[in-house]
């Protein structure tokens, strides 16, 4: 069960080192495609490192009126959350480091622990636009979840596990999922945008009303470690839904081309609109989004009971 | 958020805001997400140019005052240079009329350009954001032929224009203005079916006719709520007798309209500049201009790009002035915002203040 060594799996691959550089390198991708897209040059391949770099090496300022421990703390446990995600996703066409039955409930709970902590570390500090952007990620998190949550299920009901490496199994000798269950792949994908607070969902950040939202107050580890968590949970969710709807991952060619043709999607989508208002946001969620996630996964539940 | 009864929950956006790139301090009491109050003050980057003018000679003003604006460096010239030469007697060349309405003209494709920007960018629509600068740059080329200039082209003498446009130069305005033209009908498209966009200006803002004239609204702010307000069509200068310019009017009134009016605007440049090239009056340039200008005060109009601007000039005989009093359009449409703001979104407020295109350091002088 078990095909990596426990260190391995947890400090180099596929968690640790190996998810870290390869979070940074698809965040060079979207910000190169969204440059390309607005007709700019976009940066050069070693910048999100570099940016990286340079914030932890700066100073980390912890301002008056915050929990210390708190304030610390939640970008590691933030990470922390979405580098354990990816022992049980099959990261790089390989195996799950990890699986049990019920692995892809834990995998999105975890994933969710990074908006979680954000929205925390908004809240910790006295900052008006941190309060106001860690209201808005929370009330973000409330509209997409329970959709992004739904979508993923419908291959799991078609595969009838909820396990992520059955699912994967399964999709890569079926027809790929995104074609029966359109409503499902749109769903999750754009709930993946949501989830990473990417335009036009960023009305948490955004940065002509309220700075950078939950962040605003963050500087130099803190805030290098919450962008590294975002990256690495741009993959891990990239991972997740190409392998539950675009035919399942079987080798590490199959998921850069899958992953990075997901990515090519979600940047065309990044560049097409203007911002949410969080009302809106709210709004498109749950009457449309939820709405339709849920219908088709009770025709889902019918065809299973049916057949 | 903290909903004391007694403590307000206040957003303060500027003096230093990324929301607003020039200084001019705002604070929003907010309840959740809606604003219930709004509070304005200025006076950030107040250079006291007025007060510096009566210390130079009526020449040297026109530079100090090309620098009121970065944006709309021209029309304060311009403005200017109508009022000195209406105290002087001096009537200005045609040819040198036609010139100055000419880069009038292209100075708001390329404020007007800029604001769709900018708005577009408040909004969180940055790939609008780049493409209408891109495009901007091709009126900043244009402006850079005619004057060697980009931003402050300083076209005005007192008493003419310092630039002819010649058949070539005509040309590549000409080429110039048809791309900008399919560019601005492609916004157009943009701005009017995009629904993400829609959701965000339309019905935002919202101000009636009645409002606008009570709140003393000028410029493409008053025009969208359907006030009929444009110095160009009023009291024409230049050479705005000659070639009319056709009002472009919304009553609709929210943000939208403001959208549409400005870029109806551009369309309606783009005719103006292209009717005057084909009519291109000949001769002079300048005309002699006295050093010393008669005692005696008056005022003078032009339409910024924001809207009215407005020059009293005061000379007491000698070669400085007496007093120069700008007033500028931006000023008068801060009512409207302040107004506007209470009942909508926090979300909102960027982009109503963007609304007005409004510029602090006009604003501030």
């Given at each position: 069960?078990?095909?990596?060594?426990?260190?391995?799996?947890?400090?180099?691959?596929?968690?640790?080192?190996?998810?870290?550089?390869?979070?940074?390198?698809?965040?060079?991708?979207?910000r190169?495609?969204?440059a390309?897209y607005?007709?700019?040059?976009?940066?050069?391949?070693?910048?999100?490192?570099?940016?990286?770099?340079?914030?932890?090496?700066?100073?980390?300022?912890?301002?008056?009126?915050?929990?210390?421990?708190?304030?610390?703390?939640?970008p590691?446990?933030?990470?922390?959350?979405?580098?354990?995600?990816?022992?049980?996703?099959?990261?790089?066409?390989?195996?799950?480091?990890?699986s049990?039955?019920?692995?892809?409930?834990?995998?999105?709970?975890?994933?969710?622990?990074?908006?979680?902590?954000?929205?925390?570390?908004?809240?910790?500090t006295?900052?008006?636009?941190?309060?106001?952007?860690?209201?808005?990620?929370?009330?973000?998190?409330?509209?997409?979840?329970?959709?992004?949550l739904?979508?993923?299920?419908?291959?799991?009901?078609?595969?009838?596990?909820?396990?992520?490496?059955?699912?994967?199994?399964?999709?890569?000798?079926?027809?790929?999922?995104?074609?029966?269950?359109?409503?499902?792949?749109?769903?999750?994908?754009?709930?993946?945008?949501?989830?990473?607070?990417m335009?036009?969902?960023?009305?948490?950040?955004?940065?002509?009303?309220?700075?950078?939202?939950?962040?605003?107050?963050?500087?130099?580890?803190?805030?290098?470690?919450?962008?590294?968590?975002?990256?690495?949970?741009?993959?891990?969710?990239?991972?997740?839904?190409s392998?539950f709807?675009?035919?399942?991952?079987?080798?590490?060619?199959?998921f850069?081309?899958?992953?990075?043709?997901?990515?090519?999607?979600?940047?065309?989508?990044?560049?097409?609109?203007?911002?949410?208002?969080?009302?809106?946001?709210?709004?498109?969620?749950?009457?449309?989004?939820?709405?339709?996630?849920?219908?088709?996964l009770?025709?889902?539940?019918?065809?299973?009971?049916?057949? | 958020?903290?909903?004391?009864?007694?403590?307000?929950?206040?957003?303060?956006?500027?003096?230093?805001?990324?929301?607003?790139?020039?200084p001019?301090?705002?604070?929003?009491?907010?309840?959740?997400?809606?604003?219930?109050?709004?509070?304005?003050?200025?006076?950030?980057?107040?250079?006291?140019?007025?007060?510096?003018?009566?210390?130079r000679?009526?020449?040297?003003?026109?530079y100090?005052?090309?620098?009121?604006?970065?944006?709309?460096?021209?029309?304060?010239?311009?403005?200017?240079?109508?009022?000195?030469?209406?105290?002087?007697?001096?009537t200005?060349?045609?040819?040198?009329?036609?010139i100055?309405?000419?880069?009038?003209?292209?100075?708001?494709?390329?404020?007007?350009?800029?604001?769709?920007?900018?708005?577009?960018?408040?909004g969180?629509?940055?790939?609008?954001?780049?493409?209408?600068?891109?495009?901007?740059?091709?009126?900043?080329?244009l402006?850079?032929?005619?004057?060697?200039?980009?931003?402050?082209?300083?076209?005005?003498?007192?008493?003419?224009?310092?630039?002819d446009?010649?058949?070539?130069?005509?040309?590549?305005i000409?080429?110039?203005l048809?791309?900008?033209?399919?560019?601005t009908?492609h916004?157009?498209?943009?701005?009017?079916?995009?629904?993400?966009?829609?959701g965000?200006?339309?019905?935002?803002?919202?101000?009636?006719?009645?409002?606008?004239?009570?709140?003393?609204?000028?410029?493409?702010?008053?025009?969208?709520?359907?006030?009929?307000?444009?110095?160009?069509?009023?009291?024409?200068?230049?050479?705005?007798?000659?070639?009319?310019?056709?009002?472009?009017?919304?009553?609709?009134?929210?943000?939208?309209?403001?959208?549409?009016?400005?870029i109806?605007?551009?369309?309606?440049?783009?005719?103006?500049?292209?009717?005057?090239?084909?009519?291109m009056?000949?001769?002079?340039?300048t005309?002699?201009?006295?050093?010393?200008?008669?005692?005696?005060?008056?005022i003078?109009?032009?339409?910024?790009p924001?809207?009215?601007?407005f020059?009293?000039?005061?000379?007491n005989?000698s070669?400085?002035?007496?007093?120069?009093?700008?007033r500028?359009?931006?000023?008068?449409?801060?009512?409207?915002?302040?107004?506007?703001?209470?009942?909508?979104?926090?979300?909102?407020?960027?982009?109503?203040?963007?609304g007005?295109?409004?510029?602090?350091?006009?604003?501030?002088?």
């Amino acid at each position: 069960m078990y095909n990596i060594p426990a260190l391995v799996a947890i400090l180099v691959f596929p968690s640790g080192i190996f998810l870290l550089a390869y979070g940074l390198f698809y965040e060079w991708v979207d910000r190169k495609l969204v440059a390309r897209y607005q007709n700019r040059l976009g940066p050069r391949w070693f910048q999100p490192l570099a940016d990286i770099l340079k914030l932890l090496a700066k100073e980390e300022i912890v301002p008056q009126g915050v929990q210390t421990m708190l304030f610390v703390g939640l970008p590691v446990v933030g990470l922390a959350g979405a580098l354990t995600s990816a022992l049980y996703v099959p990261m790089f066409g390989l195996e799950p480091s990890f699986s049990f039955n019920g692995d892809l409930i834990v995998t999105l709970y975890l994933l969710s622990m990074m908006t979680l902590c954000l929205g925390l570390a908004g809240a910790n500090t006295v900052d008006r636009f941190s309060l106001i952007g860690a209201t808005r990620t929370l009330t973000q998190l409330f509209s997409y979840e329970a959709p992004f949550l739904l979508a993923l299920l419908g291959p799991a009901i078609v595969t009838g596990s909820w396990q992520i490496r059955q699912i994967n199994d399964y999709a890569h000798h079926h027809l790929w999922m995104a074609l029966p269950q359109v409503i499902g792949f749109v769903v999750a994908l754009v709930g993946l945008m949501g989830k990473l607070e990417m335009p036009p969902f960023d009305a948490p950040e955004a940065e002509t009303e309220i700075v950078s939202g939950a962040l605003t107050e963050y500087s130099g580890r803190g805030l290098a470690l919450f962008r590294i968590g975002k990256d690495v949970e741009l993959v891990i969710g990239l991972t997740l839904i190409s392998s539950f709807y675009l035919g399942g991952l079987a080798n590490p060619l199959e998921f850069i081309v899958k992953t990075l043709g997901l990515l090519v999607v979600i940047a065309g989508l990044q560049s097409l609109f203007a911002r949410l208002r969080i009302d809106q946001t709210v709004g498109l969620w749950w009457r449309i989004g939820a709405i339709m996630a849920l219908v088709q996964l009770l025709v889902m539940v019918g065809i299973r009971m049916v057949l | 958020m903290e909903a004391h009864e007694s403590k307000k929950f206040v957003v303060p956006i500027g003096p230093q805001h990324p929301a607003l790139k020039e200084p001019g301090h705002f604070e929003f009491s907010v309840d959740g997400e809606t604003v219930t109050d709004a509070s304005l003050r200025l006076g950030f980057v107040h250079r006291g140019i007025e007060k510096a003018t009566e210390g130079r000679t009526w020449v040297q003003n026109l530079y100090l005052l090309e620098r009121i604006c970065g944006i709309c460096s021209d029309v304060h010239g311009t403005a200017y240079s109508i009022g000195v030469e209406k105290l002087a007697g001096v009537t200005v060349p045609p040819r040198a009329q036609a010139i100055r309405t000419i880069v009038a003209e292209l100075e708001r494709i390329h404020s007007h350009m800029l604001w769709l920007g900018v708005a577009a960018h408040e909004g969180g629509f940055d790939t609008l954001f780049m493409f209408s600068w891109r495009d901007r740059e091709t009126v900043m080329d244009l402006l850079e032929s005619i004057s060697g200039n980009r931003v402050n082209y300083s076209v005005n003498l007192l008493g003419g224009v310092k630039f002819d446009i010649d058949e070539k130069q005509a040309g590549e305005i000409r080429r110039g203005l048809d791309y900008l033209e399919e560019r601005t009908r492609h916004y157009m498209k943009v701005v009017t079916t995009d629904e993400t966009f829609l959701g965000r200006t339309r019905g935002v803002g919202l101000m009636s006719k009645q409002q606008a004239e009570l709140l003393g609204a000028v410029g493409p702010t008053a025009r969208a709520s359907g006030v009929e307000r444009d110095v160009r069509v009023e009291s024409p200068y230049l050479s705005y007798g000659e070639f009319p310019v056709n009002i472009m009017l919304e009553t609709a009134g929210d943000l939208q309209a403001r959208f549409v009016v400005r870029i109806n605007e551009l369309f309606e440049t783009y005719r103006l500049i292209r009717e005057i090239l084909d009519h291109m009056p000949s001769g002079e340039l300048t005309t002699r201009m006295p050093r010393r200008i008669p005692e005696g005060e008056t005022i003078s109009r032009a339409e910024a790009p924001r809207g009215e601007l407005f020059y009293f000039i005061k000379s007491n005989g000698s070669d400085k002035p007496e007093r120069i009093k700008v007033r500028t359009p931006s000023l008068c449409n801060w009512g409207s915002v302040i107004s506007m703001a209470v009942g909508h979104k926090l979300a909102d407020m960027p982009m109503l203040l963007v609304g007005i295109d409004p510029c602090f350091s006009c604003n501030d002088r």
